[in-house]
Each structure stands twice: as C-alpha cells, then as structure tokens.
C-alpha cells in the first residue's frame, strides 16, 4: 500500500511540473532567460522531490521487508517452543492469538478471563483473583498456573504469564500481552516429584541426603525427631556417626566407594541420649554421566523390630502358662550342649495322676497349679541349669557341666520335695507327687532325641514304685523295646482277632451249685504264643487299647452265655471286668446297650466288675454312672474289695449288688490276722446287704473257713482254673448231668485269675 502511494505522488508531482512549464509559454520562456533559469530551478527541484520520495520508498521496502522477516522468524519461534501468544485489548474484548494450540479464538464476549469457557471451573476462581490482582497493581505480573481444554476435550496444565501494557488516562488497562505455555508434562513431574518428597517426609525412618563430599544437604523430619535439635544445626556438617571415631567413618566411606552400598546394624544415640539399635544404610547417587552427585544415608530404628522379634522368639520358645522356655527351645539348647565336650545331666519328670486334677477341678486350675510349680522349681535350679516345660504336666531340667552323681540325686530329692509340698489354691490344697528319671551325658546319648527317649523309659520305670528318681540303664531300654513290641502285637491282635475270652466257674459254697462265672481275657499269639494278662494288661491301660480289648471280651462273653441259656445249659450270670478308661467313657451305657442287643442277651444275665480304685477316682461321678447300669437291669460287683482306699460313707451309696474279696486275703488266711481281716470284710458287706464272692480259692482249709463265715459264692483253682469256650461247654454239660454238690477233683495249676 504504501508503494502504491508513493509512486502515485511522484507521478504527479513530474506531471503537475511539466504542465505549468507548458502553460507558461515556450515563447515568453525562449524570449526570458529569467524565466527560463526560473524553470530550469523548478525542475531540478522537482526532479530532488522525486529522488528524496524515491529514497524513501526504496527505503521503506527495506524496512518493511526486515518487518517480514522479523514476524516471520517471530512465528517460527513461537511455533518452535509450542508457546501461544495472546494480545488482549481490554476495552473492546478482542484478543489475538498466535499458535492457538487451545482452539481459544471463539472466546464468547462480556467474560472478564477472555478463554474462561476453556478453563477447568475449579481453577476459574483462583485465575479470576491473579489477574484482579495485577489490574491492581499488586504484582509486577500476571501469572497464573490452570487447567485448559484443548480441541480434543483434554485437559492440560498450563502456564499463563502477562502483563499491563497500555492504560488510558484513567490508569485503567486498555492492553495487555503475554504468552501460554503446556507445562503438563512439568506438572506431572512436580506432582512425582511431590509425592517422593511427602512418602521421604512421611517415611518413619530417619533420611540424610549428603552431596558428593559428604555434605549435609537436606533432611527429613524422623531424622530431627530420632536425633533431635533443628533443621540448621545439620546443614552442610560433615558426615559422622555419634560415638564412632573418624577412622571408623572412613573405613566405611572407602566401603561405600567400593560397593555403592553399606549397611550394618549400630548403636547410636537417640535425642534422649539413649543408645538404639540403629540400623544404618548409605547409597550412592549418580547423575547420568556416572558421576556421584549424593549420597542417601538411612536411619532405621530396630528398637521396635527387636521387640517384635523377641516377643516371636519368646511366643515360638517360651510356654505361655509357666514362662518357661518350652520344647523347642529344649531341643536347641540340648544339641547346642552335645556339641561341647563337657558332661551334662537330664532329669525329666511329670506328675503323678495330674489329669484327675484337671478332671475334677478344671483346667484353669490345673493351669494356676503348673504355673505355682515351675516358679518353685525354678528357684531350685543352679545359676547354670535351665527349666523347661516340655508339654502337659512333663517338665526337664538340663544340668549344665556336671556329671556329679551326689549333686544330681540331691537335686532331684529336692525337686520331688518341693512338688510334694502342699499347694493352696483357690481354697483347695492340693497335694501331688512326681517320677524323675535322670540321664547323662554323653553316656546315655549324644543327641537331644535319644537323652529324652532314655530319660522318659527311666522315668516310667520310677513311676511304677511312685513319687521315686531312677537313673536310666541298658537294661530299661530292653524293658520298653519288649514293651513296644507287645503295644504292637496287641495292635495286631485286635486286627486278627488273637484276644479269647475264657470262663471261670463261680460255685455256691453250700449246695456246690455253679451260679455264674468271671469271663477272663487271654491273649495268644501264633509265634509268642499265650502272653500273661498281668504283661499286657498294664499296658493296654495306658495306652487305652484296653477300651478296645473289653468290648471284644464283653461281645464274646455275651454271645456265649446266650448259647448256653439257649441250651438250656445255663441260668447265672456272667461277670466282665471294665476297666478305669472304660469306666470314664462318656457313652458307655450306650456301647454296653449295643452289645447286648446285637447277641440278644436281657440285661439280667450280665454282671460287671469294677475295681475299687476305679470308683473311688470320683466317687460322686461314680455313682451317677453305676446308677445308670444298675437302671438297665445289671448287676455291679466291686472287684479287689480291700486292696484300695474305700470309704464306708460313700460304700453305702453304691448300687453294688456284689462284693468280691480279693486273693491276697484269702492267701492271707493261715494267719489269725488274715482270717480276722476276711471276716470284717464279709460281716461289713452282710450289713450292706451284699452278695459276698471270695476270688482265689484254691485249698479244703480256705473253703472250710469261708463256709463258716457265711461267704455265699467262691472262685477259684479249688473248683477250677479258667477254661476256653469249649472246656466250659463240656464242664456245663458234665455239671448239668451229674448235679455234683461238691466236686472231689481239685486242679492245682499256677496262672493268674484274670
């Protein structure tokens, strides 16, 4: 435009020019040299005019052709750097934008922030409030951080920074510039780069950022709170570690250099002067070149950590009932001991009937009890021995570095003393006595396993004497292998049917009449051949194969008695032994129910025999359950009457039908004071009304005296011994046939009665 103009001046400038001099005449101009000089003046000034608007316009396309290429390199680099320039005339809303990345130009009018419809509308306020500001001349400029919507319904972080740069009169703004910048990607980073440096100061752990010499640079607020004083103190202080000298700090830096890491546990002192383990790790920190630039020192405390780990420990290896260390840690500190080449003693022991304890008066006292014992026993103990409790009511204790025979046996009197001493609790005073047996080492073992195997064949070798020590020797070791040996026959004699039930004849003293008989257990082998029921009885009692034993001798004796009445061979009573286990079954009257309904035998013919000892365990529960029997029909002896610890007040209140005088007074009898003790039995169960069954006769002398004692019934080899399934058949049959009162053949045989 402006070319056009100039060129248009010129051309009518020379145009104007050469007019007037035609106008003026070329005669008064030829005729005048005046005039013609005057022309001659004129034209050169126009033609100066002409040279000076030439000038000028060649001079103005250079200036506007820089101005092009000014803008142009202007646009280049705004479109380079992805920034959008925007230039706001306040007063008329107009508003021009270069690289327009946000699609912002169809701004709607009247809006006080010109491209507030593209503004998140949570950041509309705080943007509002900036730019007030700077209208006001509180801030040198606007700048803003906000959230934009670009032309694909995105949102972008960006930064919006401008300024006042034309007022009116009225100090008003009229104009304002600046630039819009994406800084999302920056944002990102900051929000990262946030949430790093809360996780560091949220981090319980105490955290030092050292530059490349070991230069305290910042710190986190666990590190102020562990080693107190404030931030300042710190900074810019040469590593170090509180009670730990220089040469150690380089050792470890020269460590750190080599690896890129240390780590190790310390002591350190805490703000409150109080030295923690302190679990301290340094990591380098290297720039992308490879250079060092920090080092991350971190200050782990394991105070609370070594409390967990002791309270696992002490969960894992101690016993929550007595505190004492427990089975586990028994076994770990025993092998630790039998890697050492000193001598060390085991004593272990339990107590005596302790389940009757928990039975009768709960397990919660029963807990108190084993609890009072092992603060007791403990006090016992030297410096260098330790306590355990390896389960239940079994307890070891570990003498350390003594083989001492006299110092052993002293300590273990001194253990069974202090059990046997009363203990008051909760208003009972409870008396209990233990078995002890004792091992050394290495001569009894060298590990853990067999010195507690030998030590508990010992013990249960004293618990058969009661309240005893007993050393454990090769010859117990026989004792419990042949004892094992017979657990496992009876096992497999369960399985293949090897228990056979024999019959002893029970005989009216006056009329010689057979009245019933005792049904006795035998146990034969096809290689052992026949083992004594005194051999493996005890043993199926504690090892509760008993139970299994009595119902197969109860299921038997019942099926046989039903063939003999069937025969019409028999109309008495058949006597079965129930053992204490059997006894103390919560559903015994219904396994007895379901015998006799599966052979099909009434109650009345059935009599069961329970020892002495067995009721008196607990009386009262006693006679809950032998009213129960005696509801159903059967009749209830007391077997080995006199060798327990009766009560005649509770004797009284048992529904016995029966009393059986055990061997060992009838053997008795030769004796004035043997006969007496027989009597006061037999005139005790008179007054009681009870039938009266004398067990273990065997001579005319013993049979003489009992008649005259009025003793109803007798048992024994002197009428016969115990006969198999057939043999009493046959004695059946020949007693049925032959009505014999009083049979002259006397079997003489050794064998026990059960």
């Known amino acids: 435009m402006l070319t056009r103009r100039i060129k248009r001046t010129a051309t009518i400038l020379l145009l104007a020019t050469i007019h007037s001099n035609y106008a003026f005449g070329l005669d008064e101009f030829k005729s005048d040299n005046m005039l013609f000089s005057f022309f001659i003046f004129l034209l050169l000034i126009t033609l100066c005019a002409f040279s000076i608007l030439l000038f000028k316009y060649f001079q103005q396309q250079k200036r506007f052709s820089t101005l092009l290429i000014s803008e142009q390199r202007l646009k280049s680099t705004v479109e380079g750097s992805g920034d959008t320039l925007w230039d706001w ?34 950041d509309i306020p705080m943007v509002e409030r900036i730019l007030k500001q700077h209208f006001a001349e509180r801030t040198a400029f606007f700048e803003a951080s906000y959230r934009i919507k670009n032309n694909m319904d995105e949102w972008h972080w960006v930064l919006d920074k401008g300024k006042v740069i034309e007022k009116d009169t ?43 010499d070991y230069r305290l640079v910042d710190l986190n607020p666990s590190y102020l709170k562990l080693f107190g004083g404030f931030r300042e103190q710190y ?24 690896t890129e890491h240390w780590q190790e546990e310390l002591k350190l002192s805490n703000a409150n002067h109080v030295l923690l383990p302190i679990e301290v790790t340094i990591d380098e920190i290297k720039n992308n070149h490879g250079q060092i630039t920090n080092y991350v020192v971190v200050f782990s405390d394991l105070t609370e950590r070594k409390k967990a780990e002791s309270q696992l420990h002490d969960l894992s290896n101690r016993d929550r009932t007595t505190g004492l260390p427990n089975r586990n840690l028994f076994f770990t500190n025993l092998k630790k001991l039998g890697q050492q080449s000193t001598h060390h003693a085991l004593l272990v022991f ?56 006299h110092t052993i046996t002293k300590t273990a009197k001194q253990f069974l003393a202090a059990i046997a001493t009363p203990f008051k609790l909760a208003s009972h005073e409870l008396v209990i006595t233990s078995s002890v047996g004792i091992v050394l080492f290495p001569e009894d073992g060298n590990t853990p396993e067999i010195l507690l195997k030998n030590a508990d064949t010992a013990m249960y070798h004293a618990k058969q004497k009661g309240n005893h020590y007993l050393f454990f020797n090769d010859g117990m070791n026989e004792q419990a292998v042949k004892r094992l040996q017979i657990e496992n026959l009876m096992r497999f004699g369960l399985k293949e049917d090897h228990f056979v039930v024999y019959y002893q004849p029970k005989m009216d003293i006056k009329s010689g009449a057979l009245v019933g008989m005792e049904a006795l257990v035998r146990f034969i082998t096809p290689k052992k051949g026949i083992i004594p029921p005194n051999v493996f009885i005890p043993i199926a009692e504690e090892t509760g194969q008993i139970i299994d034993i009595g119902e197969v001798v109860l ?88 060798t327990g610890y009766s009560s005649l007040a509770y004797l009284k209140q048992f529904p016995l039908n029966t009393l059986k005088v055990d061997k060992a007074f009838i053997d008795d009898m030769h004796s004035e004071r043997g006969r007496n003790m027989v009597d006061s039995i037999v005139t005790i169960a008179q007054n009681l009304d009870l039938h009266v069954v004398a067990e273990g006769v065997e001579s005319a002398d013993q049979l003489t005296y009992l008649e005259a004692l009025n003793c109803q019934t007798i048992q024994g080899y002197y009428y016969s011994k115990p006969l198999s399934y057939e043999e009493f058949t046959l004695f059946l049959r020949n007693h049925h046939a032959q009505k014999v009162i009083r049979p002259k053949l006397k079997v003489v045989a050794n064998g026990s009665e059960r």
């Open 89 to 122: 005339n306040i007063r008329t809303g107009e508003i021009v934008r270069i690289n327009d990345k946000f699609n912002m130009d169809s701004a709607p009018q009247g809006k006080f922030i010109p491209n507030q419809h593209c503004i998140h509308p949570q």
């Open 555 to 642: 299921d038997k004796a019942c099926r046989d008695v039903k063939t003999w009445i069937d025969a019409g061979l028999f109309d008495g009573r058949v006597a079965v032994n129930l053992s204490a286990k059997q006894f103390s079954l919560p559903d015994l009257t219904t396994r007895i129910d379901v015998i006799l309904q599966k052979n099909q035998l009434p109650s009345y013919f059935l009599e069961l025999e329970i020892t002495e000892g067995t009721v008196m365990d607990d009386p009262k529960e006693a006679i809950a359950i032998m009213r129960s029997l005696s509801a159903r029909g059967i009749h209830l002896a007391m077997d080995d009457f006199g």
């Open 350 to 405: 339990d107590l005596d009937n302790f389940k009757k304890i928990n039975d009768s008066l709960g397990h919660q006292l029963g807990d108190s009890l084993l609890a009072k014992l092992a603060m007791r026993l403990n006090k016992l103990a030297r410096q260098q021995d330790t306590f355990y409790r390896l389960g239940g009511d079994e307890f070891a204790l570990v003498m350390a570095g003594t083989n001492d025979i």
């Open 170 to 212: 009225n100090l008003n703004p009229i104009r304002m510039t600046g630039i819009v910048r994406d800084i999302s990607h920056l944002k990102t980073t900051e929000e990262r780069l946030n949430l790093f440096a809360k996780c560091v100061e949220s981090l319980t752990d105490a955290i030092a950022i050292y530059d490349a």
């Open 235 to 258: 900074l810019n202080k040469p590593f170090s570690l509180p009670g730990y000298d220089g040469r150690y700090v380089e050792e470890l830096k020269a460590a750190v250099q080599e």
